[in-house]
């Protein structure tokens, strides 16, 4: 899944959560679950969420929702082939660009 989100430095938690159509409790969980998300707070102990914490989201999602993996063998996964795992992604993801500017050129045919 390819999130839309305006270029920031931070993010909230409802952003965040719209961004991937799911719970804000879903975005808390995982927060808790996995060791790469890690949100600054602020004084009032509200979640900023980084770039660099969206892409990990990507990633646990894609794991999770996209490929069935459970929470711990995602959480497993990332601890072995994280490096492996981004670079397939991302591989995919310009995959699935590709096909979709193919098929916008095939029907404009």
Known sequence: ?????PEKLY???GEVAK??????????FWEKEFDI???KKNAKGNRKFTPEDIKNFELIYHLVKE?????DGAKQHLKTHKDDTLDTYDLIRKLKYIK??????????
Do not use: C, D, Q
Request: glycine letters at 2%; aromatic letters at 8%.
């Open 1 to 5: 899944m390819k999130v839309h989100l």
């Open 11 to 13: 993010y909230n938690i």
């Open 19 to 28: 961004a991937f159509e799911v719970n804000t409790s879903l975005i808390r």
């Open 37 to 39: 998300i890690k949100p």
């Open 67 to 71: 490929r069935g993996f459970t929470l």
């Open 100 to 109: 979709s500017e193919l098929e916008a050129l095939k029907s404009n045919l």
